[in-house]
């Protein structure tokens, strides 16, 4: 049982699919989760199979937290550990604050938030299992700045990052490293259901300092930074990669 385990939430697709596939190619076995795209899912599990290394398939919506009890239990059964979590899936209703509505709030809310909880948890307990472990949570530049249409998803990653300071302090005993990368707009298939997309994009590619847009790739080397023995001494802090665009407002 001395093979490494690493699971992403929300790796179908995206940033959660770029990590997923990075940390197989680190030689780590993976977990992949998804709610939806089956099909999406098992592609990633191909690709992770074909670096030779073991992959879980599991569905679970991780706002649910019935499901994240019944998936840490999966992955019990079938690697007996796990080292690495990071906490990527994300949902989220974007609308004018006036058209919110109490379901809106909720469903945001489990899923941006309360999941990293009860994931935090559960994670925990395999984790001690082999001496500690590493937690990396996405947010993004709308928990510390104003969006457009974003206010409840603003707010939950606004509450994921608190939560991140919460656990780091108290994992720290655990030999557990908790921390979060919020990332500046980068057009992935989940900014699609940005009303603003095409504005977001635009000003992107004009604004940022580093003259050019933040691309998943600049994500994915934040999260293995951070997943890494270097960065040991980073507790409960959230690291922006934004290309500096973040210093303009």
């Known amino acids: 049982m001395t093979q490494k385990v690493a699971l992403v939430t929300g790796s179908s697709r995206g940033i959660g699919k770029a990590t997923a596939l990075k940390l197989a190619q680190a030689g780590y076995d993976i977990v992949i989760n998804y709610a939806r795209s089956k ?11 074909a670096l030779g290394r073991k992959v879980l398939v599991v569905k679970a919506n991780v706002g649910d937290v019935s499901k994240i009890k019944a998936m840490f239990q999966q992955i019990d059964e079938e690697f007996g550990r796990l080292d690495i979590f990071v906490n990527n899936a994300a949902s989220g209703v974007q609308r004018p604050i006036m058209e919110l509505e109490e379901n809106h ?6 899923i941006n938030s ?12 395999l984790m001690e299992k082999n001496g500690g472990g590493k937690i990396v ?8 700045r104003y969006l457009e249409n974003y206010t409840v998803v603003g707010v939950s990653k606004a509450a994921l990052e608190a939560l991140t300071r919460y656990l780091a302090v108290e994992l720290a005993a655990k030999n557990i490293v908790v921390n979060a990368v919020s990332g500046g707009a980068v057009d992935t298939e989940a900014l699609t259901h940005f009303p603003n997309r095409e504005e977001l994009l635009q000003e992107a590619k004009e604004k940022t300092p580093a003259g050019r847009m933040v691309e998943i790739e600049d994500i994915v080397n934040c999260i293995m930074f951070l997943l890494s023995e270097e960065s040991s001494m980073i507790r409960g802090q959230t690291i922006i990669v934004d290309g500096g665009i973040s210093l303009l407002v």
Request: proline residues 0%.
């Open 39 to 49: 099909s999406s899912a098992l592609k990633v599990a191909e690709e992770i199979e």
């Open 105 to 110: 709030w909720d469903w945001t809310i489990n």
């Open 137 to 144: 949570s996405i947010s993004s530049l709308g928990s510390i």
């Open 114 to 125: 309360k999941a990293l909880l009860f994931c935090a948890q559960e994670a925990a307990k």
